[in-house]
């Protein structure tokens, strides 16, 4: 995030961190800093839905994750952009929160982006955490990391800053999230960790999807049982599609518990706790199918977890016939870009899958790779773009198909989801990047 700047942006960044610091400073409100390779917003989304039952809660919003969003999302206010008057409204804001009886947010839930090495050092620098969530660590994001080590590095900068009174919540599933606690007797804090294992102390288990009738044909969500220091209770998502985003809910349990939140307290808030638009979000689509919109970004890691839940689901309940995916480019990922299209190929044989549409040159890896291993050919579709794509899929669907729809942001594969959505209407409410700004911005190869 610091480098490669304009002295214009340094000096804005500066002025934003010194306004940051002196609200924070009056108000001293508790922290919450998540990071990871993936799944911070749906954690950040996750953890606001259990805090906010007790506490007046503020997240960040957008993509409001970096030296520039954080400091307004602790000031409440949204960016100048390019406008100096919008700019100076953010001055007037501060000036406002800081003369004023406001009242300010007892805690912030604050999702900390690192695109680049010195990132999180810098955020941890002024915003000190009371308590902080790793989510995962993988190769996402890689362009200007030399390793995925060197990612982990960064990323557990965010749990070793904490003081002897915060509380660290960590993926106990992810090796390289493990080996910032190794032995579990490195951090000066306290730590819960969580996922799937025998070694994660927040842990789910007897995962299963939840339908709204008895006959399996309208799947409402997941459920599980959440297991924690000897205690055993049942939780059901109503809005989650895919075990990985079960992962969101036991850190945003974890880091409840540490605020004084019980389990049954923390598993009724997640009730009805919601994804943001276009991360697994389930859409009818044309001809009675069922799109799974996971078009807001991709990464190798979370692709192959959307591959396993479009297997999952599918082989789940009777009315899903075929699995289709269309799948965009997966970008910034460097030298490995080859190898984890392709694997995304291995995955969707893996699991069964139907039908095949890559978007994008990169995507054509997978492609390649399917066609290797002897996959029909003629259920292998390659495009260049998501529109010429989404009529494709348009023109074959047929009842019963679950397809799952996800790329990289700059592939814009919501434009898919609304070629094929039975309610092209509702893509507003429904699907993500539909502002003024990103209907009016053209796809173009990336």
Not at 188 to 198: H, L, P, Q, Y
Request: glycine content about 8%.
């Amino acid at each position: 995030m610091t480098n490669d700047k304009s002295g214009k942006i340094l000096i804005l960044q500066n002025i934003l961190r010194v306004m940051a610091v002196l609200v924070l400073k009056k108000y001293k409100p508790k922290i919450v800093g998540i990071t990871g390779s993936v799944g911070k917003t749906s954690a950040k989304e996750a953890v606001f839905s259990v805090l906010k039952s007790k506490f007046r809660v503020r997240r960040t919003d957008k993509n409001y994750n970096n030296e520039i969003g954080l400091p307004l999302t602790i000031i409440g206010a949204d960016s100048g952009e390019d406008s100096l008057w919008r700019w100076l409204a953010v001055f007037l804001k501060w000036a406002w929160v800081m003369v004023a009886p406001v009242k300010y947010p007892e805690m912030l839930v604050l999702e900390m982006g690192a695109d680049r090495p010195g990132d999180i050092k810098y955020l941890t620098g002024f915003i000190r955490s009371d308590a902080a969530v790793i989510t995962d660590i993988s190769s996402s994001h890689m362009e200007f990391f030399k390793n995925i080590e060197s990612v982990a590095k960064e990323k557990g900068i965010l749990v070793k800053e904490l003081d002897e009174k915060g509380l660290a919540v960590i993926n106990a599933d992810n090796p390289y999230v493990a080996k910032i606690n190794p032995a579990g007797n490195q951090l000066k804090c306290n730590v819960v960790t969580f996922g799937f294992s025998e070694e994660a102390q927040m842990r789910a288990t007897d995962i299963s999807f939840s339908y709204a009738d008895d006959d399996g044909q309208s799947l409402k969500g997941l459920s599980f049982k959440l297991n924690y220091k000897g205690t055993t209770i049942p939780v059901r998502l109503n809005n989650v599609l895919a075990k990985h985003q079960i992962y969101a809910a036991l850190a945003a349990a974890a880091v409840g518990t540490g605020f004084g939140i019980n389990l049954v307290e923390a598993a009724t808030a997640l009730e009805n706790f919601s994804l943001p638009y276009g991360r697994m979000n389930p859409i009818a689509g044309i001809r009675n199918s069922l799109i799974i919109d996971d078009t807001y970004n991709s990464s190798p890691t979370s692709a192959s977890a959307a591959l396993d839940a479009l297997g999952e689901i599918a082989a789940s309940g009777g009315k899903y016939s075929r699995k289709i995916a269309v799948l965009g480019d997966m970008l910034e990922l460097g030298d490995e870009s080859a190898e984890k299209h392709r694997s995304v190929g291995r995955k969707f044989s893996q699991i069964k899958g139907d039908l095949f549409f890559a978007v994008g040159k990169r995507m054509r890896e997978a492609v390649e790779e399917l066609r290797g291993s002897g996959f029909p050919q003629k259920n292998v579709f390659h495009f260049e773009s998501p529109a010429e794509a989404g009529k494709k899929v348009r023109e074959i669907i047929r009842e019963g198909d679950l397809v799952l729809v996800k790329g990289s942001q700059g592939m814009r594969m919501e434009k898919v989801v609304e070629e094929i959505m039975a309610e092209p209407s509702e893509a507003g409410k429904l699907l993500c990047r539909q502002s003024a700004h990103w209907r009016e911005v053209p796809w173009k190869v990336v």
